[in-house]
């Protein structure tokens, strides 16, 4: 099983809400990622948890908060979004080679 | 820092063969990687190669690894038409699981 579930698939929010995006892996891996990803762009690293620390924060303002609540989970909770933050946001875990398998993603629009 | 480049656009006839091509510059890559990734769709990994290797093949795919020019290739043989879309190299920077990615190849498949 290679795959990273991620929901919702698509999140309309204003820029007042609360929202979180979920992300679940099975493999066994210990290092999870967050990345942003703009339209024909590669994707921007945000954030890297290595054995369930935050060991990597690409200076992402706080208003992208993320947490791992144990060794399969991610979570990324978002508040007071701006237009511009509207983007594809990925989920990914990697192996032993730094591997990355990355789930469908989560279409972010702020409105 | 490190850098990776790769050309645009390649346009290729259905059942020709692809050649996308990726030059980096950080020597000390231990694995480079070629990811896929199809409108709407997050990235989908095809396959990798460890740095003291010069090819790996995987059924239609050739990976081709000239350290000394630090330039990395995959073939994709009797391209089809589901091959068209956008493919990404990626190297992984040191020990600190970041990794570098190109800006990606729009590879288009006519019929």
């Not at chain 2, 396959?47 to 795919?61: A, V, W």
């Not at chain 2, 690894?65 to 990626?90: M, P, W």
């Amino acid at each position: 099983d290679t795959e990273v579930t991620q929901t919702p698939k698509h999140l309309v929010m204003g820029m007042t809400n609360k929202k979180s995006l979920k992300c679940e892996q099975h493999m066994g891996h210990r290092a999870m990622y967050w990345y942003k990803q703009k339209a024909k762009k590669p994707p921007e690293l945000m954030f890297v948890y290595s054995y369930e620390k935050l060991s990597i924060n690409e200076s992402v303002p706080s208003r992208f908060s993320p947490e791992c609540p144990n060794s399969s989970l991610l979570n990324l909770h978002l508040h007071a979004l701006q237009p511009e933050d509207s983007a594809l946001y990925l989920c990914a875990s990697s192996g032993r080679q730094g591997e990355a398998f990355f789930g469908q993603g989560t279409r972010l629009t702020v409105v | 820092g490190e850098d990776v480049e790769q050309s645009l656009f390649l346009s290729v006839r259905e059942g020709d063969s692809s050649v996308i091509n990726c030059t980096y510059t950080d020597s000390s890559s231990t694995y480079l990687y070629w990811y896929k990734q199809e409108p709407g769709a997050g990235l989908q990994l095809l396959t990798y190669i460890f740095s003291n290797m010069d090819m790996k093949q995987d059924q239609r795919l050739t990976v081709l690894l000239n350290k000394k020019d630090k330039h990395l290739s995959l073939r994709i043989a009797d391209t089809q038409t589901g091959d068209s879309a956008i493919y990404f190299c990626a190297g992984n920077a040191g020990n600190n699981r970041k990794l570098i990615w190109g800006l990606g190849t729009s590879l288009a498949v006519n019929p």
